[in-house]
């Protein structure tokens, strides 16, 4: 069988770049892993579309700069909201805020890397690096609603799953694969689908159960007896 | 070692409750009462439910700048209309006599700038489901009951009960503990303690996930605690969830130290720890209950307790549905306006019908203006022959019904001789034993009695009366 790199050919020839073709097609695919990670396995992130953005910063940024990013924004949500713990701003100031003291943060985190002689740093594309902001604003939200456990818990699983998919979309067999097999956008369709109707045990609950299940593996051998 | 694999098949997992038992359970209209308080209290209110007493709701700020805070007591609960979780509740217990803060819950002072903040964060929609507009309801702060005490961290624990297809399935106590900062929610890190679902009493405790036996910061073993009221808790669930039409419902119900139990919050997506507080699944307890035709809610309850409890020793209070009490108790009597209660020991007298309070205590109740109205009608003081005082009783009803708190007069017979005296009759209302009553009470003139207030028959039909039974003095 040979595969359909033609379709993907005649959109390239059409003009459009070939990153933004492998992005677009990626995107079906990275929220096919979303999704399977949410309620297959149980690792949520924050939201849907947060894990998503984050995943596409990696890739934009390159690890080696979205790690710290994500640190930054994580680290100046924390500090912001500590220092207004007594303010009595309404809440969408104090988001805007927030908004405003990451953006400077991240001025001030190129600044460094420039001082310190790192040249590429002149180089990184700054959208990327908005997106990242928004996981800020959600950081907090999960903060004041479900308390820091659960943030902590939401965070390391969004990054978790951003540099899942950054392997992935970084790897040159899966950019052959995808542009050679476009089609597969519609099998992670139909997989969504299935999942979304899938209504078994998540993995994580499996575990966090667990106690549950060795009571009934008791009984069970107790009324065997 | 690999049970969790294997053994399953009972339990309930997130995507199974939301597609199989949410989904088709819980409607949109429905739904809309767990998420809205105000629609959960009329709710509760059609089912015969006590819920925490509304004080103020704050729509707006045009509300809250002109909201007049001295109308206020000095303990309530500031909450989001639509919040959940527990986010965004600030608890006040009192008010700092020299800066004339509020206290809250943690000790820590809240002036009423700060409050109004926190309020004008609510409306915003800080809390609330979807960011979205809210209200702030400020309402009344249930009081511990003293059955909790050791085991509740600076908050109020409450019982959460699953109810499904009208049979209450399983249940949990949730205690606050220093980790949730004084919210019952198990997110946070709140304790849940499994309840055996026919006698009430507790069994396994967890705190994030993880069996524990002993609360975390008072040490007090958690297994082994009976939860007072327990038959009429699932009784309210069933009617909750036959008037909200939540198919798949979990109420939160406190109790009240004087009150007894109150209904929280209506839950239509209930968190699914409490299958490990209760080492058991929920769905093999849903799969039982699924198809049965249950007709009456004394049917749901006993379905409940005999399908889901160990063996059940029923007591004489579970079994007759009423609370067993001495012949002198301590009662806490409600003033005139409804709030601030008086503790008094009291005799329990069935020979008398109605209930006899002392002038004194009538006069804290703030029922001063109605005796005064009284005493202006300048009745003899005593009355030696029956039919002497028939007439004047009939002849002066009417004029001492004037005053809105008088129900009328009452003859009563004097201890000693055979003399009689006309009393003022008044609509009180006073708990005992953790049952409130409205009672219709005389008021004696004279000073010196032992006991300021005399439980009569009319007002006893909750109680059933144990001679040996000694009075606790309440905390």
């Given at each position: 069988m040979t595969n359909l790199y033609i379709v993907s050919d005649y959109i390239i020839s059409s003009g459009i770049p070939r990153e933004t073709l492998l992005f677009i097609l990626s995107l079906p695919i990275v929220a096919t892993l979303a999704t399977i990670s949410r309620n297959v396995v149980g690792v949520k992130g924050f939201r849907i579309f947060i894990p998503i953005i984050v995943t596409y910063s990696f890739v934009a940024l390159g690890a080696k700069y979205a790690l710290p990013a994500t640190a930054i924004v994580i680290g100046v949500s924390l500090l912001v909201r500590w220092l207004m713990r007594k303010s009595r701003l309404q809440y969408s100031s104090r988001m805007a805020l927030l908004i405003t003291f990451s953006g400077l943060a991240m001025l001030g985190g190129l600044f460094i890397?420039?001082?310190?002689?790192?040249?590429?740093?002149?180089?990184?594309?700054?959208?990327?690096?908005?997106?990242?902001?928004?996981?800020?604003?959600?950081?907090?939200?999960?903060?004041?609603?479900?308390?820091?456990?659960?943030?902590?818990?939401?965070?390391?699983?969004?990054?978790?799953?951003?540099?899942?998919?950054?392997?992935?979309?970084?790897?040159?067999?899966?950019?052959?694969?995808?542009?050679?097999?476009?089609?597969?956008?519609?099998?992670?369709?139909?997989?969504?689908?299935?999942?979304?109707?899938?209504?078994?045990?998540?993995?994580?609950?499996?575990?966090?159960?667990?106690?549950?299940?060795?009571?009934?593996?008791?009984?069970?051998?107790?009324?065997?007896? | 070692?690999?049970?969790?694999?294997?053994?399953?098949?009972?339990?309930?997992?997130?995507?199974?409750?939301?597609l199989k038992y949410l989904r088709p359970n819980n409607n949109k209209k429905a739904r809309l009462i767990a998420d809205d308080k105000l629609l959960m209290k009329r709710v509760a209110r059609l089912a015969n439910i006590q819920s925490p007493e509304v004080y103020a709701v704050i729509r707006n700020r045009n509300e809250l700048n002109n909201y007049n805070w001295s109308k206020l007591p000095n303990s309530f609960v500031v909450k989001p209309r639509k919040g959940f979780g527990g986010a965004g509740i600030v608890v006040v217990f009192g008010r700092n006599k020299k800066t004339l803060n509020w206290v809250k819950a943690d000790r820590s002072q809240v002036s009423v700038e700060a409050l109004q903040t926190h309020i004008a964060n609510i409306i915003d929609g800080t809390y609330s489901l979807k960011n979205t507009q809210d209200y702030a309801i400020?309402?009344?702060?249930?009081?511990?009951?003293?059955?909790?005490?050791?085991?509740?961290?600076?908050?109020?624990?409450?019982?959460?009960?699953?109810?499904?297809?009208?049979v209450p399935i399983m249940a949990e106590l949730r205690l606050p503990t220093k980790a949730s900062s004084g919210t019952a929610n198990l997110h946070t890190g709140g304790v849940g303690v499994g309840i055996d679902m026919g006698s009430g009493v507790t069994t396994k405790a967890i705190q994030y996930n993880q069996l524990i036996d002993v609360h975390p910061d008072t040490n007090m073993p958690l297994s082994g605690i009976r939860i007072p009221f327990w038959k009429t808790m699932l009784e309210m669930t069933v009617r909750a969830q036959i008037v909200s039409k939540l198919g798949f419902l979990a109420i939160d119900i406190a109790l009240d130290r004087d009150q007894g139990p109150m209904v929280f919050e209506f839950n239509a997506r209930p968190g699914l720890a409490i299958q490990i507080a209760n080492l058991d699944g929920l769905k093999g307890r849903l799969k039982r209950v699924q198809g049965i035709k249950v007709k009456t809610v004394e049917q749901g309850v006993r379905l409940a307790r005999d399908l889901f409890g160990g063996e059940v020793e029923e007591n004489i209070e579970e079994i007759s549905g009423r609370q067993v009490i001495g012949p002198f108790e301590y009662a806490s009597f409600y003033g005139r306006s409804g709030k601030k209660a008086k503790i008094v020991k009291v005799k329990i007298d069935t020979g008398a019908f109605l209930t006899s309070i002392d002038k004194e205590l009538a006069y804290d109740m703030g029922f001063k203006d109605a005796y005064q109205h009284f005493e202006s009608l300048k009745l003899p003081a005593r009355f030696d022959a029956y039919e002497e005082a028939k007439v004047a009783l009939k002849s002066y009803t009417r004029?001492?019904?004037?005053?809105?708190?008088?129900?009328?007069?009452?003859?009563?017979?004097s201890a000693v001789g055979r003399s009689m005296e006309i009393r003022p009759v008044l609509n009180i209302s006073f708990s005992l034993s953790g049952v409130q009553v409205n009672a219709h009470a005389t008021i004696a003139s004279r000073g010196g009695l032992i006991y300021s207030a005399i439980i009569g028959r009319r007002d006893l039909s909750p109680f059933l009366i144990d001679p040996a039974k000694r009075p606790k003095k309440p905390v």
């Open positions: 890397a420039r001082k310190l002689g790192i040249e590429s740093a002149s180089l990184v594309p700054i959208f990327p690096v908005l997106l990242l902001i928004a996981m800020g604003e959600e950081f907090v939200d999960v903060l004041l609603k479900q308390g820091p456990r659960s943030a902590t818990i939401l965070y390391i699983e969004t990054i978790l799953l951003a540099i899942i998919g950054y392997f992935l979309l970084n790897s040159k067999t899966y950019q052959e694969f995808i542009l050679d097999w476009p089609i597969i956008i519609f099998v992670a369709i139909l997989l969504v689908i299935l999942i979304g109707r899938w209504t078994g045990l998540r993995l994580i609950e499996m575990f966090k159960f667990r106690d549950v299940s060795k009571a009934e593996a008791e009984k069970e051998a107790e009324n065997s007896k | 070692m690999l049970e969790w694999l294997t053994h399953s098949k009972n339990i309930l997992g997130i995507n199974e409750r939301n400020i309402e009344e702060r249930v009081e511990l009951h003293p059955i909790f005490k050791p085991y509740a961290f600076r908050g109020i624990p409450d019982v959460r009960i699953i109810c499904y297809n009208k004029k001492a019904a004037k005053h809105k708190d008088i129900l009328g007069l009452s003859l009563s017979k």
